[in-house]
């Protein structure tokens, strides 16, 4: 079975026409904790629970691919006092709005953007680094093993459910890294610092938009090639600018950290984040085979002027699983699967992951899931 | 009333084009050469109303209605602004109650939709993020606002805006106050479900059902059948 659902995934990645339509769903780690009737704050903390509750997942919800994928454990966040990943009091890790370099310390960064990042970032977002050298160290030690710990946990428990349910041995999160106006409006400025710098201090922006690209590529850069492993990027900041300002700061650099993990090798896994049906002829430019899960938009649009270059997943709306019939929720999807299927280049997947267990009707979702892996053939 | 000519039209133009800087100093020229306060308010209100316009004509985005926010925001901190604010009491037109309902701890829209709400002359008390229902309904009692606004970027926040309207119902109050939800995910289903009188996903818009409400029945409710 995973070698059947391996080639569907290749298919898709070379360009031919696969079987199926592979599925590739993923639930959060709340939405799994909370399915599993486990407490989400307690679940987060003792990750011994956690494959219990993913299998569970595993278990209930088709896909082709390991539907679970959990990287952010409280753990190390608290051990450093991470003011940019905080739990809020019902246990769900959020990214509040932070302010990591002040307005008037773009020089420094864009003079050394790492040694900033070490010596001024890195302590204002964790506020455990804000001490003497000896205490931060000891206190950067102990994040990192726990860092080590949990992923290690976690990586051993992916192994296994992979083994176990037969899913296919690709891997669409090898990697992970962020656009670099986008690293520097999350973690460096916040929205409203990013929001009101590229109007007060643009050039600035764009120098430290600079500055960040080879930090990122770095990131995104994976041990080995190969074209079956992507490198995960979220994009956050684009739809929420003028076309104008998105040509002049977001693109130049995201597209430089795009072909740069494409020479090394590395195909990008983009979480198209919102609306970004004004830029899909900019998306087109990226390298080919670039593979694109958008939230929303057309996905006729879509289809017709990327689908033959670039892979299309998502669109599929959560939202209506939560509050739409059985039979309104299966139309939909063969709806989406007869625009965008045709000629391959397609993906399976809702158009962002559920976070929560109320996001959605449970039963919905199966009947979806089964559907697309009962009907979806071409 | 002394005549402003261009200097008025020059003003609105900068507010506008969220040129702050020109604004800034415009504005403190106007103030020090005699303007009424009020009335350099209204010019500015003119500028807002026409950002709000090139928002909706996709002309601006958020990351634009951020910085006419803090704009504003500066404005109302002039010298002779705050003075002006300190003697006499702008008439405001209505109270909002707002706030990100409890696990949800995003403030970005509703700090546009607050900014955008005290543009138009409401009174807003904030009550932050991670809001638990027992909290609005305490605020609720001692600020009696006539728009209690619940926002949420979570799609989880669907349930938990339903409970604070429950909690309200259970309280006795629910007649008593207008309710907007304010979130992208929102839709007309959702803001059913929640029990809420209006939704907006957009902040704009938010806004405009709140000066509806507000015109129309004295923002004490005498229409609501929520």
Redesign the interface.
Known sequence: MARERTQLFRDVIDGNIPKRVPVCVSFSIEFAIQYAGKNLAEAQWDTGQLEEIFDQICRDFYSDLLPVNAFRFPSFYKLLGARNFVMSSNGFLQHPEVEGLLQEEYDDFIASPYNCIIEKILPRLYTELDTDAATRALALAKAFKAFHDEMGNAVMIYGRLNQKYGYADINLFAGFTEAPFDFVADQLRGFKGISTDIRRVPDKVEAAVDAATPLMIKAGLQPFASKYNATFIPLHMAPFMRTKDFERFYWPSFKKLVDALAEAGHPSYLFVEHDWMRYLDHLYELPAGTIMRFEYGDPKLVKEKLGDKHIISGFYPVALLKTGTRQQCIDKAKEIIDILAPGGRYIFDFDKVPITLDSLNVENARAVLDYVAANAGY | MKDWGEKEKELIKYVEQ?D?ENVLKLADELLNAGMDPLYLLDLVNEGMNRVGKLYESK??????L??AG?IFKQVLGLDKMIAQFQVGQINKIGKVLLGTV???????GK?IFRGMLEANGFDVMDLG??V?KEMFLKKYEEYAPHILGLSGV???T??TMKEVVDAFVQAGVRDKVRIIAGGN?L?A??CR?IGADGFASDASVGVKICKEWMSCAGGQGAIHHG
């Open positions: 969220l702050e002309d601006y985005y958020i990351a634009d951020i910085m803090l409890k696990g949800d701890i995003h403030d970005i700090d993020v991670d638990p979570l799609t989880t669907v349930d995910h839709t289903e959702a479900y």
